[in-house]
């Protein structure tokens, strides 16, 4: 995989970037890959349709999607290596006026698939060097979020997918997409779901948060190392639980919420993103 190096203004931009966990022993670059686990009641891997806790109710997910853009890792030297798409690809979107425009994607988007298992994303060849932590968005920023995704080449993290993460483009991408059921009547395992969303009688569990202002950026303040001539894995986890930690779930109007409507548990959401995101390490992987 080929990178592509600018230096403006001190950040060094890349097509690609990596990490480590012991010192660097050459001068060659490292070739990163990105491993995202999903995790639930702290440190037990999620798995689609298993029950776990959020607080003190009994839950379980179907679907557990989210999309990570601008991942940048931060040098000890102040650098801040950013990366990029392979290759930029141009599409249509609309501006803020309305206006069919074309737009070129250049963003590296990384699609996190939890209830598929852990998400493994090749990102290429970073410099070897001390790194003091890693910053990425959860969600789309800017007309990258006014797309018009069907322009996109198959394979795209943006390109559509089942079940959509996208939808128009005035209200662009969903960053955050979870759907499942939840224990509504205390007895411990999760309950049907039935009649209408938000229907007190019904298990059905939706949050959906989007919407360019509800992006939130996360710095994980971790030190680490990259090991120049190796192949390595980020691995960073995402606590699923901790993402909706106190939300009133015994409230029906809670459970249902797809970001119109329901700002506060949007926000709250918000709120746990950071602390749901831990880098959990570098491992070596085989060339």
Known sequence: MTSRFL?????????????????????????????????VDGDTPFQ?????????????????????????????????????ADEPVTVRAHDESDTEIQHTVSERYVLVDADAGETVTTLGEVPAGHYTGVRFLLGVDGLDN??????????????????????????GFVFLMLDGLLDIDGDGAVDASTGTPRD????????????????????????????????????????????VQGIDYANPANRFCMTGGCQAIVDQAKANVSA??????????AM
């Open 7 to 39: 230096a403006p203004t001190g950040a060094l931009l890349l097509a690609v970037a990596g990490l480590a966990g012991c010192d660097s022993t050459s001068n060659d670059p490292t070739t990163l890959r990105l491993d995202v686990e999903a995790v």
């Open 48 to 84: 689609a349709g298993q029950p776990f806790t959020i607080g003190s109710t009994t839950a379980e997910l179907s679907v557990a999607q989210m999309i990570l853009s601008g991942i940048t890792l931060l040098h000890e030297d102040g650098r801040e290596i950013t990366i990029l």
């Open 146 to 171: 006014r797309i018009a995704p069907e322009d996109l080449p198959a394979g795209h993290p943006l390109a559509p997918s089942t079940p959509s993460m996208h939808w128009n483009w005035n209200a």
């Open 200 to 243: 007190p009688a019904s298990g059905q569990w939706r949050l959906h948060v989007g919407v360019t202002s509800n992006a939130q950026t996360v710095t994980l303040n971790t030190p680490f190392d990259l090991d120049g001539g190796a192949m390595q894995d980020l691995h960073i986890q995402v606590d699923l639980a901790r993402l």
């Open 276 to 285: 749901a995101f831990t880098l959990h390490g570098v491992h070596d992987h």
